[in-house]
């Protein structure tokens, strides 16, 4: 069941959310877009290869991170999203504080992305405030100690309920349904076996009705299933994630690779819509 649209993007096709690290420390591209004209050149080269989004952020929250003070957090993040909408482009806020979705979206940003799913305080009454439609990930934990012992009963059941008791607690808040897009939070406090049943299940959180982000771009479990290999070298294993993903209602993709991702999500449609089962 995928919603028709989210954010403005109809989702009869894949889109792409391209990662924007302003950070020194991401474990992927950690430093390459750490001054402003590279942060700027990159979102332009994303947006040249074809992103629908590009999902800005200034606090690295891979394992063992630590927090970035708040003010040096706004001063990576907000010159870059007034850059970028001025030249047009979506921009997505990634980030757990309301002052940093606040200044975001008032320097253009128009989705919040949220890794907490807005469970940090004041998050919720920002995002509400603001009015601009959220991702909600599921995290167990906190980034600087998630992946020390993460334990589940049924992974996928437990993180579709917490994912739904969020999305409710948005409602509430006014938010509208139309605007809540679930993200599993795949290598958030999650063993490579939890990250592997949430993506062959995908399908349970798209039968929410809520349109579903997938981040697993680069992620550590595809070096434990094949090889150890570095972060660079992890493109096939994220764009064979995002293919079995679209099979299961995913239509929202965050990725480090943007023009292999179209590619391979725009092959892949063809062949469908040849058998009647494209989009
Ligand atoms: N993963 C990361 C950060 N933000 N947001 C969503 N919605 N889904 C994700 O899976 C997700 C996310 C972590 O990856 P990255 O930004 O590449 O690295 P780092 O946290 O080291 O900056």
């Keep these: 069941m ?11 096709r894949p889109r792409l959310m391209a990662v924007l690290n302003v950070t020194p420390d991401s474990f992927s591209d950690g430093g390459e877009a750490f001054a402003l004209e590279d942060a700027v050149r990159r979102g332009l080269a994303f947006l040249a290869e074809g992103a629908d989004i590009l999902d800005v952020g200034g606090e690295s929250t891979r394992p063992g991170a630590e927090p970035v003070p708040v003010e040096e957090e706004l001063r990576r993040v907000v010159p870059v999203i007034e850059a970028l909408t001025a030249e047009g482009a979506l921009v997505s806020i990634d980030s757990r504080r309301p002052e940093v979705m606040r200044a975001a979206v008032t320097a253009g940003a128009r989705i919040i992305n949220d890794v907490a799913a807005l469970t940090g305080e004041g998050a919720l009454d920002a995002a509400a405030d603001l009015g601009v439609p959220v991702i909600l990930m599921h995290m167990q934990g906190e980034p600087g100690t998630m992946q020390d012992n993460p334990t589940y009963g049924d992974v996928v059941a437990e993180v579709r309920d917490h994912l739904l008791a969020r999305a409710r607690a948005c409602r509430e808040a006014g938010i509208a349904a139309a605007d809540i897009a679930l993200d599993p939070g795949i290598g958030f406090g999650k063993t490579v076996r939890h ?3 949430l993506l062959a299940d995908l399908d349970v959180l798209a039968a929410t009705g809520h349109a579903v982000v997938l981040g697993v771009s680069r992620k550590s479990y595809i070096a434990k299933i094949d090889r150890d290999v570095p972060p660079a070298r992890r493109v096939a294993g994220s764009v064979a994630t995002a293919l079995a993903a679209w099979d299961r209602g995913v239509r929202i993709f965050r990725v480090h690779d943007v023009a292999e991702h179209r590619q391979a999500l725009a092959v892949y449609g063809a062949i469908a819509e ?3 089962k494209g989009p």
């Design 274 to 276: 040849v058998q009647g």
């Design 195 to 197: 990250n592997l049943s």
């Design 2 to 12: 995928v919603p028709p649209s989210f954010a403005g993007l109809s989702l009869d």
